[in-house]
Nanobody, 125 residues
Framework: QVQLVESGGGLVQAGGSLRLSCAAS????????MGWFRQAPGKEREFVAA????????IYADSVKGRFTISRDNAKNTVYLQMNSLKPEDTAVYYC??????????????????WGQGTQVTVSS
């Protein structure tokens, strides 16, 4: 089992920044690709960003490219999502996920083995 705990969400004005963290425990963190997904009210969960086990592959959704940065620190068992230039449409619950040996397909949520409980991000206009 892998336990994932997100933190760092909150309320921010449009144009502001937030940094989300996802702390992992339970298994060898560097064996897992990590991803961030989000779900807004009434919408399906959507892919935001992902990073492979050792950071050699990074992917972003077009909607966040150039504004969000995903990174990981395998020594701290933590993955981060730095969110800049936030927009009201970024408002959602943000979830981190872990996929064992994840490299080729980091975009499909069904591929992920573990999920955190989510953290709310609200961007006011």
């Amino acid at each position: 089992q892998v336990q994932l705990v997100e933190s760092g969400g909150g309320l921010v004005q449009a144009g502001g920044s937030l940094r989300l963290s996802c702390a992992a425990s339970g298994r060898t963190f560097s064996n897992y690709g990590m991803g961030w997904f989000r779900q807004a009210p009434g919408k399906e969960r959507e892919f935001v960003a992902a990073i492979s086990r050792r950071g050699s592959r990074i992917i972003y959704a077009d909607s966040v490219k150039g504004r969000f940065t995903i990174s990981r620190d395998n020594a701290k068992n933590t993955v981060y999502l730095q969110m800049n230039s936030l927009k009201p449409e970024d408002t959602a619950v943000y979830y981190c996920g872990a996929v064992f040996n994840g490299y080729s397909d980091l975009v499909t949520s069904a591929k992920y083995d573990y999920w955190g409980q989510g953290t709310q991000v609200t961007v006011s206009s």
